[in-house]
């Protein structure tokens, strides 16, 4: 019967997605929603997307194992990004009216940067959106006791959401984002009041945490242990600014008070509703102690599912695998779109030019076709792997080799395309060495790599010129940037 409803909400979510389908008439209608989105659907798409597997499953999981220290990277990383974006990033790039963040390294530097960037962007989805991937799996796995394998379920879970993010790209995902972040805020408050009253009160479990001391956040004072907080805490923080979907909620607003404030809220309502998870997760120790523990040992993910299957009534069970899939396909929806989007305008475009409107349209829909089904063989290539591990290691790349860049070019009126490329080569060999070798155990490799980021940046662009863009004079194109 639940296995039923699951479904139902499914082919729900997929009428609703094309329905929405109906208003895409052109490319920009279908990357950024014609840029028409009301400050509430920036808000709710902006929840929804960074509200997936790793914020119901992952976050707990490594709460209840090393308390907030451990989860440094998200919430508290990846909500601040957000809030990064809208002060920062937001006003400046809506200015510029561009289709995707990979259109700005091209105007910045030309096409050689923009081409590098673009293909460090798609890899980087590779992980977060198989992280989807993996979880609907293992919810079908679970929900069908264990009849529906759990490549068998992922296989099913992308099914259900390339149906409409195939024909509707951003207007369905917003559409959709915001129905589902109702289900999912709704229905999580509702199962945290319900664990709570079967753990005897909301101070029972906040007690428990403190004994344990889940709370503790600050690592030990040593240089290694310092160096490994800051690598984990920017690595979301700043490695998810040069993203695409973080991107298209920008630049689908409908004015440049929407593009700045959404991200914002969105940003620290994720940080605050990331809680009731963890809340969840550590109440299931005082309702189903030796059972919660010996699944810490095992799979720490499958907590939070057992104690809702295990110890709570079939409504509840109903509203939390309904967030459940809410949180999951909000998430996959959008980071299925976002690469897809980038590679046809960024990458394809290099080799063949654009026809027309129409043609660019049937490019991008079976770019994401594609891109669905590079992304289900690779999360079941990646099965057993952690899904919070799965998405922390997807932003390493963008960190080390985007983000000096579109920082720089923005901020810096000197940063110049000789800069972007050293910045990122730079970036990237001292991430792959520390990554490769022993230096990775004493020192963070994406913080390594982000710090030669930022030298190749500064030296490339103060030493002469050897590198010239499309632009011509490099002096003539920062002071047009700094303009921007």
Known sequence: MLLTLVFLYLLVTIGIGLWAAKRVKNTTDFAIAGRHLPLFMIITTTFATWFGSETVLGIPAKFVEGGLGA?????????????????????????????????????????????????IIILSYLGWVSAQVTALGLVFNLLSGGAISIPLGMIIGTVSILAYTLF????????????????????????????????????????????????????????????????????????????????????????????T??????????????????????????????????????????????????????????????????????????????????????????????VSDKQELLTMRIAVLLFSVCVCAYAIALQGTPIYDMVSGAYQVTLVGAVAPLAFGLYWKRATTQGALLSIGLGILVWLVFLNTDWGQAFPQQ??????AILGMVVGSLAPQVVVNRHGSHHKLAGNSGAV
């Open 447 to 452: 913080l390594a790599g982000f710090i030669a």
């Open 261 to 354: 404030r959404g991200p914002v809220i969105g940003g620290i309502a994720y940080i605050l509703f990331a809680f009731v998870p963890m809340f969840l997760v550590t109440s299931a120790l005082i309702i189903m102690p030796e059972q919660a523990a010996t699944l810490i040992k095992e799979d720490p993910q499958k907590v939070l599912p057992t104690l809702v299957l295990e110890r709570m009534p079939f409504v509840m069970q109903v509203i939390f695998f309904g967030a459940l899939l809410s949180a999951l396909k909000s998430t996959a929806s959008a980071t299925l779109l976002a690469p897809s989007v980038t590679f046809v305008e960024n990458v394809w475009r290099q080799f063949f030019p654009r």
């Open 71 to 119: 989860i440094v990277e998200d919430p508290f990383g990846a909500g601040t990004c957000l809030i990064l974006v809208g002060v920062f990033f937001a006003a400046k790039l809506y200015r510029m009216t561009l289709l995707t963040i990979s259109d700005y390294y091209r105007e910045r530097y030309g096409r050689g940067v923009e081409l590098i960037c673009s293909f």
């Open 168 to 259: 509707g790209g951003m207007w369905s995902v917003a559409v959709t984002d915001f129905i589902q972040m109702i289900i999912l805020v709704v229905g999580l408050t509702v199962i945290a009041v319900f664990a709570a009253n079967q753990a005897g009160g909301a101070d029972k479990v906040i007690q428990l945490a403190a004994s344990k001391d889940l709370f503790k956040f600050l690592p030990e004072p040593t240089f290694t242990q310092i160096a490994f907080f800051v690598g984990a805490a920017i690595t979301m923080m700043l490695g998810s600014i040069p993203q695409q979907d973080v991107f298209q909620r920008v630049m689908s607003a409908n004015s440049e008070y929407a593009a």
